[in-house]
């Protein structure tokens, strides 16, 4: 007979007969169907015993490859309530920038150019490719769904629960929503303005919606950059359930850079603030601009344009190449386009020039032209020409062994930006070769893993920390209060 807990404080014990084979599991994991179950004598379970022994190995042996596909031993793993722990027996150790490395390339068939990423908590994954083709990935990195959808190219992308997406193209008008596991077309969103008929044919530019992790998330709003074929543009925001349009932020006409579209949206929902920001490029060079919007009254709080501009950078003529929010310890990331230097600022005490900057790590940095950006667990993921570099803030040792002068003299030079630039360090994660498969074009996080594609490449890249690397997490941030 075999016995295995769920994990923690353990409970009742209940035995299962599993297809003529014993199995002793603890009630508390097991569904209310099993676990109430007043029979003195082992409870029947038509089910195959080999794959609930596979299961019960794989979540003590979790570095074992398991007997069985993934995906098939997580659908079984419901039958017992073992999803969650099969699950983070499954996935990678936390994602650490340090000793991240590629572990795989999911090629989906069929045209595989990707044209935009959406990864979920769970580290499931949509992918957008070819001419609007959709594909979905288990958590466990299985192949799902490969559907066509009735737009020509999909350039935005985010996933909602349950089993949701919802999808956004610059060739086609609307918002749309689209069922993954059934592979079919939802709904669909227009901005429209009665007053105004000149809002029509809108398409989606960039998409901010929270799959939920938790309760918290599930009444997240959707929020969506629409752009009319004149140009005017705004940031609709939409009820998660209904989506219906509840709020229209940031109306203008994109007649200049100051007023094009924003490409890039966030929402900070524990501010009650939107960032919206926007770049282009062209022969001379970089230009863009960064807005927080309140929510609640529509209202820009703060502003900055780069080059030149209300509150411009104390680097004129260095204007950044792409920007991201860490949500989470409330810092704005940008990259420099000329001289790729990071800067950051604190977003609880911006003002006309909040930056401060940090130099590019030890390969040295060939500029930020074409330069991604992208925040991910209290981590800054840069592709540059000459490779992946990752920036994490050193984390004050806890149990008094650090050097208390070193401690002392980090705390001291915290400036009255609320950031301190020595306690940055970066580093190169990918060899010559990684970097020699060309610019990476689009970086998203999802669960403890890094996806990543790369210009006019097939596939997409899984980087994740390796079981046996035994890295030291240097991203969090107790000297940056």
Known sequence: MEAAGAGGRRGTVKQLNVGGKLFALEASSLPISLSLSPSPNPIFVDRDPALLSAILSAIRAPSAAPAFPAGVLLDEAHSYGLHDQLLAALSPPPLVGFSA????????????????????????LCLAHGAGLLTHYSP????????????????????????????GSSLSPGLHVYDLLKGRHVASVQWSDPTDLRVQKAKVIAIAARPAADAADKNSPILA???????ENCIL???????????????????????????????????GLVFAASVSSGAFGYSGYMRLWDIRSGDVVWETSEPGGVGRSSRFGDPFADVDVDVKQQILYKVCSKSGDIGAADLRCL???PWVYMSSGPRGSGGGHGSVLHCYKSQVFVSRKDGLEV???????????????????????????GINENCFRSCYVDTEEDADRGMIHIMEGGGDRLFVTREEMQGVEVWETSQLAGAISLSLSSLLV
């Open 101 to 124: 490395s590629r572990a795989s390339t999911l090629s989906p068939s069929s045209e595989p150019f990707p044209t935009a990423l959406a990864p979920r908590h769970d580290g499931s």
């Open 140 to 167: 466990a990195l299985e192949h799902l769904t490969t559907f066509r959808t009735h737009l020509h190219r999909i350039t935005s992308l985010r996933q909602l629960p349950p089993g949701l997406a919802v999808a």
């Open 225 to 231: 950059t629409f752009e009319c074929p004149h140009r």
């Open 237 to 271: 925001v939409f009820d998660p359930v209904t989506l219906k349009p509840i709020q229209e932020i940031g109306r203008q006409t994109g007649s200049a850079a100051k007023s094009s579209a924003p490409g890039r949206v966030v929402h900070l929902q524990e501010l």
């Open 351 to 353: 003002g006309k020039d």
């Open 391 to 417: 920036w994490s803030r050193l984390e004050e040792q806890s149990n008094g062994t650090a050097n208390l002068a070193e401690q002392t003299r980090a705390k001291e030079n915290i400036n009255n930006k």
